[in-house]
């Protein structure tokens, strides 16, 4: 049994006078300890799918059983204990601005009411991992996006999650601090075994650190498999579109060859 279960999962949204099926019968697992990467077209339904992981968004049917749980069978009192160890990141960071970046971090321990000492000593080692211990006392204004995205980051690691949720995680920074904020989730996955499902519209993204990939085109999941495979040999409409982009970049020289611009 894989870690992430996800059994034929729908969702609908009701616009003024028509219905909108946006998730059209999901499938999808994924392994223990895994970086899984979904790419898809704006609309195609990423966001709504990872909302729906963690119930931010109800689905209509279908299961999701993360670690033998079932998600989608639990109460609300139960859902809100068991996300925790569902973390989340977002494009567009949602770090509180009135707070530094320790008050960020330590915000869901204190929720918890975790112990001052504890909530110290935990923050400090989150601090560490994310390099920014200099930045403790920084507000999120102060910081440039990469750093709010670690801070992001290190807010979801305070609570040890089990699965990271990463929607359009770095699609909102420049490539370097793509590849640096990659790089960090490569290595919270590789030292605390975080499985990290990342979602986006950025193939290169998938490409840097995940080793398995699905596409996901009008709700539903239309291919997955290893990275190396589906670069190889796309089988749907969307794969396909995506590599040849992607090939596009890596192989043309729109102004001319070798000179400076
Ligand atoms: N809260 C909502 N209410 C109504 N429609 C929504 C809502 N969220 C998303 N949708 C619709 O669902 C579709 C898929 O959106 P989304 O999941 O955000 O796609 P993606 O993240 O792949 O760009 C879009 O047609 C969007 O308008
Ligand atoms: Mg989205």
Redesign the pocket.
């Known amino acids: 049994m894989s870690f992430i279960e996800i059994k034929d999962l729908h969702k609908t949204?009701?616009?003024k006078n028509k219905s909108?099926l946006?998730l059209n019968g999901i499938d999808l697992s994924v392994e223990k300890g895994d970086i899984f990467g979904i790419v898809?077209?704006?609309?195609?339904?990423?966001?709504?799918?990872v909302?729906c992981i963690n119930r931010l968004?109800e689905p209509d049917s279908g299961s999701v059983v993360i670690g033998g749980v079932d998600i989608t069978a639990l109460s609300k009192k139960e859902l809100a204990l068991e996300r925790r160890k569902i973390g989340m990141i977002f494009q567009s960071f949602n770090l509180f601005e009135s707070k530094t970046v320790w008050q960020n971090i330590a915000y869901p321990l204190r929720l918890e009411k975790m112990k001052k000492k504890d909530i110290e000593a935990r923050v400090s080692e989150v601090l560490s991992l994310i390099g920014l211990e200099d930045k403790r006392n920084a507000y999120p204004g102060e910081l440039s996006g990469g750093q709010k995205q670690r801070v992001g980051i290190g807010r979801t690691l305070a609570n040890s999650p089990d699965v990271i949720l990463c929607?359009?995680a770095t699609s909102a920074l420049d490539p370097q601090t793509t590849i640096s904020v990659l790089d960090l989730l490569k290595e919270i996955n590789q030292k605390l075994g975080v499985t990290i499902l990342l979602?986006t519209?950025e193939l290169e993204a998938i490409k840097y650190i995940c080793r398995n990939m699905a596409v996901?085109e009008n709700?539903v999941i239309i291919e997955q498999g290893l990275v190396s495979g589906i670069f190889q040999n796309p089988n749907s409409k969307t794969g396909k579109i995506f590599i040849d982009v992607y090939s596009s970049f890596q192989n043309k020289e729109y102004y001319g060859e070798g000179e400076g611009i």
Request: no cysteine; glycine share 18%.
């Open positions: 949204f009701a616009d909108n946006v898809g077209f704006s609309g195609a339904g990423k966001s709504t799918l909302r968004e929607d359009e979602i519209h996901i709700g």
